[in-house]
Nanobody, 119 residues
Framework: QVQLVESGGGLVQPGGSLRLSCAAS????????MGWYRQTPGKQRELVAT???????NYSDSVKGRFTISRDNAKNTVWLQMNNLKPEDTAVYYC?????????????WGQGTQVTVSS
């Protein structure tokens, strides 16, 4: 079993910054892509950013230029640096990791961390 533990959420004013962290632990064989998703009430969970095993990032258009995703494979950790936050960024943010073993990729999710952007 793989567990993803998130931290770093909170309340911030528009234009502020937060840094989310997600560390994977447990019986890890290999983690491929990792990413961050977010969800607000009444909306589907949406992709925020992903990063491949070799460090190639991908961002949704809504956060491109403001957010930065990074990872440390040795620590099985992924971060999301969020700058110039906007009220529409308010959501529960979920960490995701694809755990690969025996040719199968199984997605794991963190518990979610609340990010609130408000004056």
């Amino acid at each position: 079993q793989v567990q993803l533990v998130e931290s770093g959420g909170g309340l911030v004013q528009p234009g502020g910054s937060l840094r989310l962290s997600c560390a994977a632990s447990g019986s890890i064989f290999s983690i491929n892509a990792m990413g961050w998703y977010r969800q607000t009430p009444g909306k589907q969970r949406e992709l925020v950013a992903t990063i491949t095993g070799d460090g190639r990032p991908n961002y949704s258009d809504s956060v491109k230029g403001r957010f930065t995703i990074s990872r440390d494979n040795a620590k099985n950790t992924v971060w999301l640096q969020m700058n110039n936050l906007k009220p529409e960024d308010t959501a529960v943010y979920y960490c995701n990791a694809d755990h690969v073993r025996w040719g199968l990729a199984i997605p794991y999710w963190g518990q979610g961390t609340q990010v609130t952007v408000s004056s």
